[in-house]
Each structure stands twice: as structure tokens, then as C-alpha cells.
């Protein structure tokens, strides 16, 4: 029999709870089974739950801060990886390696007063202070010592101290250490750099790339340098040998390739080992050729006699007053060794006469002597890939007395890579060339040249220099099959206001070979001191000179400058290719 009550109910109950009811449980199930069902719903409900929660407190716990640092830490170290550095012949200059870092995450130390005591045992030079205030914080990560040596690693390791780990970030080394530092420039801890080629490399798109994340190891091609390594070596050995036996204060030299700008040596000593970055910051050992501006003695008569050998006016047979000194007002110009008659151009510039000079600068003019200058990058801040550069000391109103000393290289200072540059010029056939650090074409340095004198100008210029290698004060540097050409110059500096005449920058400038240049060689020394060889001298004959001698017998070969012997003199090799001058 039917039970008519419960008939009325099944048939009272909504047709949509009798599907849902006949999904869950079928049909014709009775109630244990159902009550059965719906506790299993509501435990696996519960479970599933706390499955999702427990799952995210142990991401939160052991994963949320450490991990996401360690990954961030991890991309910062790949980001602030630099491509390596080689000079023109591809030798290693600058390039990273991998090094353990050391670093903690604080809440995961169980006992911090133990690890401190650990830490700072195995390592004396942390300092104690600072390593407990990193670890009370609540941070997930910290840096407690970066780039520390693989066998500390292995001692800190052997510790087990949970919360410590290591990271392997990018060094910088330079295999070469002081000998191209102030060219290479250096990087801090984080990889950035901070002077020399090293800065210009993040400011010219490195770390536009380190920010986009593609700055990694395998994305980044070598940046040749113009430098070439034996050259530089060279140099910088002669130098540290003439510092050391003309007791001077400084050395500095560079090489530059007069037909393309490019920068094949520079040096200046005192300077330091970029991988003990502590010695960069002395001020004594500044980049003397691009961060100092000096006056350079008597190498600016170069640029005097071309301002009027180029305007047409006067040729090399002009004659110049040079029977006594010359009075400007209060002011007396003399000569170091007075010749008391008229001297021809030739003579002005091999017995450096500043009385002749002085005469020459007049004879243009005021306005003309400060458009040549400029002309020849002298007078504006010379920009190149070095970020470290000084803007000349120019005098602000220009009289007719700054161009009397300024054209035998007193009142006017300029970095001395912008005196090579105008050098260059004057004896390349013409063309002002913007220098670089960088490799660079006759075709590419062309396309940027820009004239700033006659051809012929620079014939006689060529001439001059090596007239004066031949019978004036450039003899000591004249090494024989190299035919060189060359100007010296002796300026006295300004102590207290005044010109000191026992303290001197010594300055030499050699082209080699003279009748068809290939480079330009610059020496300077700060303050030399008189020897019994040198007669007491001081002057730049007596030492800069012959140091630039023994520089260019040792880089010549290197330079694939080969040995001329039995060549004509000047007079015939060189004048011979330029009409009207004699």
C-alpha cells in the first residue's frame, strides 16, 4: 500500500529540488545515505580549503621575500654584466668574472647573537654593528659582504647557519692593472661605471640595456679600443724611468695616430690599479692629459708661426727683430739665450725664440691669433669618450698682451690632448681630426675632418720640426732611421700668483717620421730636477727630450715604422714638395 501522506508531499515538492535531489543521490536512496553524502561534501569541502591556505602560508613563509629577492638579486647581478674590453689587437684590457656574494635572510635565522658571532669570526672585516642592525630588520633579504673569495665561501658554508646563502654576481677585473687605468676608468660594486671608457660604456646604451634586462654576457660583442697594450707599455715604463731619475713630481705621454685621431698610448703617472678602486680617489693621480689644463711652453710657437705662415703674409726667409728684449709696458719679454740680431722664421722656431714669437703674434693681430686658435680647438672644451675632461683657462679679455705670451705658451691653458690635437693638424696635411679612444678608419676620420690650414702650411711645419731635430733643440731625441721631427717647450708655473723658475712642466712633441707623419708622440714632466748630466738644466732639451728618444726607439718597431737610413736633410727631403719657400 501506498502511503497517501507522503504521495502528497513528493508530489508538493518543485519539480526543480526533485532534479537537483535526483543528480545528487539517484533515486529511491534513503536518508542514512544521504546524510552520509553531505558529510563527505562538507569534509572534502574543509579540505580543499585548508589545502589552499596552507599552500600559500608555506609560499609566504619560505618562498614570498627570499625567493623574490633572490630572483631580484639574480636579474641585478645578470643586468650588470659589461662586455669585455681589448685593445686594437685584441688583448683583454677589462672583463668580468663570477663571484660569490654573501647574503642573509633575516627571518629565517634562528639564532641571529650566534650567527654574528660566526659571521664576523670567519670574516674580521665586517663590522659587527652593521651586520646585527641588517639582521634585526624584518626584511627577506640582505647583503652582508659582496665578492668575498671562493675559500671564504666554503668556510661560511661549512657553518650551516640557516638564513645565509650566496649569490655569484658579475667582478670587473682588469688583467693589466695600472698599465691603461686612466683610459679604462673603473666600476663600482654594483658593476656601474664610473670613470674612463668604463663610464662612457654605460652612458652610451649599456644601461639602457641593463634596465631593459638584455645586457647579459652572450648579448654583448668586445669594444675594441684604439690603444694598443705593447705601445702603452712602452711608454709607460720610459716614463716611470724618467720620473724616478729626474725626481719629477709627475710623468705623463700619449701617442696619437695624426691621421685618424686615434689614441694609441696615453699614461700618466702617478696612476693607480683600477682593481684596488681606494687608489683612484688620490688626487695626485688625476689623468694629468685630459683633466689638467696647463700652459705649454714654447710647443705653442707651433701654432704661432703656422697662424702666419698660413695667412700668406710672411714666409720661412721673414726676418724678426730679436736684438734685445721686448718691452710690452711693465712687462719684458727676453729670450733664454739671446742671439742680439734679426733671425729669420727658421731660426725663431729651433732656437724658440720668444722675442720672435712674441713679434709674429703681433704682426697678426689680436682678433687673428684668437680665430686661429680657435680654429684649432684650443680655445672650447675638447669632448671626447672620456667623460674626463677640463675646459681651457682662456682669459677673459683678450689685450694685445695676452697674444704676446701666449704665443710663446704662457697666459693660455689647455688639457694637453687638445695641444696633440692641434699638432695634429698642423701636420697631417691640414685636417683638424676630433682624437678618439675608440678604432677608427682614414676613411671615417676623414668624413669628419675638417681643414683649418693650407697643404703647403703643413709642409713647412713639417719642416721646421725637423729642422729642429736636426740642428736645434729637439737633437737628443733624434733617432737615427726614424727621421723625426719635434718641439720642445719649458713653462714655468704659476706658485701664489707668480712664475716660479725653479718649478717647471716640461713639454716634447715628436712627429715621426717628419717628412710623411704617421704619429705624434707627447712627453711631459712636472717639476724635474737638475742632475750633474744635465748641467744643472732643468729645461725641456735636457730631459723630456731624451725620454721621448728612448720612448720612440722602443715603439717605432711596434708602430711598423721601418728604419731610413742616409735620407736627405730637411732642406732637401721635405722643402723640395713645397713651392715658395725658400
Known amino acids: 500500500m501506498t502511503d497517501p501522506a507522503r504521495t502528497r508531499v513528493k508530489r508538493t515538492e518543485p519539480w526543480r529540488q526533485r532534479l537537483i535531489r535526483s543528480l545528487l543521490y539517484g533515486r529511491n536512496v534513503d536518508r542514512t545515505a544521504k546524510a552520509r553524502a553531505r558529510v563527505g561534501f562538507v569534509i572534502l569541502a574543509f579540505v580543499a580549503i585548508y589545502a589552499v591556505i596552507g599552500g600559500r602560508l608555506v609560499m609566504f613563509a619560505t618562498g614570498s621575500d627570499s625567493h623574490g629577492a633572490r630572483r631580484s638579486a639574480a636579474q641585478d647581478a645578470i643586468a ?63 647583503w652582508l659582504k659582496r665578492e668575498i673569495t671562493p675559500s671564504q665561501q666554503q668556510e661560511i658554508h661549512r657553518l650551516g647557519i640557516p638564513g645565509i646563502g650566496f649569490l655569484r654576481e658579475n667582478k670587473r677585473v682588469y688583467p693589466t692593472g695600472n698599465e691603461v687605468a686612466h683610459l679604462i676608468g673603473l666600476v663600482n660594486i654594483d658593476n656601474q661605471g664610473i670613470a674612463g671608457m668604463e663610464k662612457w660604456l654605460d652612458t652610451n646604451g649599456l644601461a639602457d640595456l ?132 734679426m733671425i729669420n722664421m727658421k731660426e725663431v722656431f729651433y732656437y724658440s725664440s ?43 679679455h683678450w689685450s694685445e698682451l695676452n697674444t704676446v705670451t701666449i704665443a710663446f705658451g704662457h697666459g693660455l691653458s689647455v688639457a694637453p690632448l687638445q695641444a696633440v690635437m692641434g699638432i695634429d693638424a698642423l701636420v697631417n696635411g691640414g685636417y683638424l681630426i676630433p682624437p678618439t679612444f675608440l678604432k677608427r678608419t682614414e676613411q671615417e676620420a676623414m668624413a669628419m675632418a675638417k681643414r683649418v690650414i693650407k697643404p ?12 729642429n731635430a736636426e740642428i736645434g733643440t729637439a737633437k737628443k731625441a733624434d733617432v737615427k732611421g726614424y727621421y723625426i721631427g719635434g718641439k720642445t717647450g719649458t713653462a714655468e708655473k704659476v706658485i701664489n700668483g707668480h712664475y716660479a723658475k725653479k718649478r717647471v712642466l716640461n713639454a716634447f712633441t715628436a712627429i715621426l717620421p717628419a717628412d710623411n707623419p704617421r704619429y705624434q708622440l707627447l712627453i ?21 727630450v731624451p725620454t721621448g728618444g728612448n720612448v720612440i726607439a722602443r715603439i717605432a718597431p711596434l708602430l711598423g715604422i721601418e728604419p731610413r737610413f742616409d735620407l736627405p736633410p730637411s732642406e732637401r727631403l721635405i722643402l723640395a714638395a713645397s713651392r715658395g719657400t725658400q
Request: glycine share 6%; charged share 30%; no cysteine.
Open 354 to 396: 720668444n722675442v720672435g714669437a712674441a713679434r709674429i703674434a703681433m704682426s697678426q693681430g689680436v682678433e687673428a691669433h684668437k680665430a686661429f686658435l680657435r680654429k684649432l680647438g684650443q680655445l672650447d672644451r675638447l669632448r671626447t669618450e672620456l667623460p674626463e675632461s677640463a675646459s681651457p683657462l682662456v682669459p677673459k
Open 456 to 467: 703647403e702650411t703643413s709642409e713647412k711645419m713639417r719642416f721646421l720640426m725637423r729642422l
Open 80 to 142: 650588470t654584466a659589461r662586455p669585455d674590453i681589448v685593445d686594437r689587437n685584441g688583448e683583454i684590457l677589462a672583463t668580468d668574472v663570477k663571484a660569490p656574494s654573501l647574503f642573509a635572510e633575516p627571518r629565517r635565522i634562528i639564532d641571529k647573537d650566534e650567527a654574528i658571532e660566526l659571521l664576523t669570526a670567519t670574516l674580521p672585516d665586517l663590522d659587527t654593528g652593521e651586520v646585527r642592525e641588517r639582521l634585526s630588520g624584518r626584511k627577506g633579504f640582505v
Open 524 to 544: 711631459m714632466l712636472d717639476e724635474p730636477q737638475p742632475l750633474k748630466e744635465t748641467f744643472g738644466f732643468i729645461t725641456s732639451g735636457w730631459n723630456a
Open 210 to 341: 641593463h634596465r631593459a634586462g638584455f645586457a647579459t654576457d652572450r648579448l654583448q660583442r668586445p669594444v675594441e679600443l684604439s690603444v694598443d697594450l705593447r705601445v702603452e707599455h712602452a711608454l709607460r715604463d720610459e716614463l716611470l724611468k724618467a720620473k724616478e731619475k729626474f725626481h719629477a713630481k709627475a710623468a705623463s705621454g700619449l701617442v696619437s695616430n695624426v691621421r685618424t685621431g686615434e689614441i694609441v698610448a696615453m699614461v700618466s703617472v702617478p696612476d693607480f690599479d683600477p682593481n684596488n678602486p681606494r687608489e683612484a680617489h688620490d688626487p695626485d693621480r688625476i689623468n694629468r692629459l685630459t683633466t689638467g689644463v696647463y700652459e705649454m711652453g714654447s710647443t705653442f710657437k707651433a701654432f704661432t708661426l703656422a697662424m702666419a705662415l698660413d695667412s700668406g703674409k710672411v714666409d720661412l726667409n721673414s726676418m724678426w727683430d730679436a736684438r734685445g728684449p721686448l718691452h710690452y709696458g711693465k712687462f719684458t719679454i727676453h729670450d733664454d739665450h739671446a742671439l742680439g740680431r
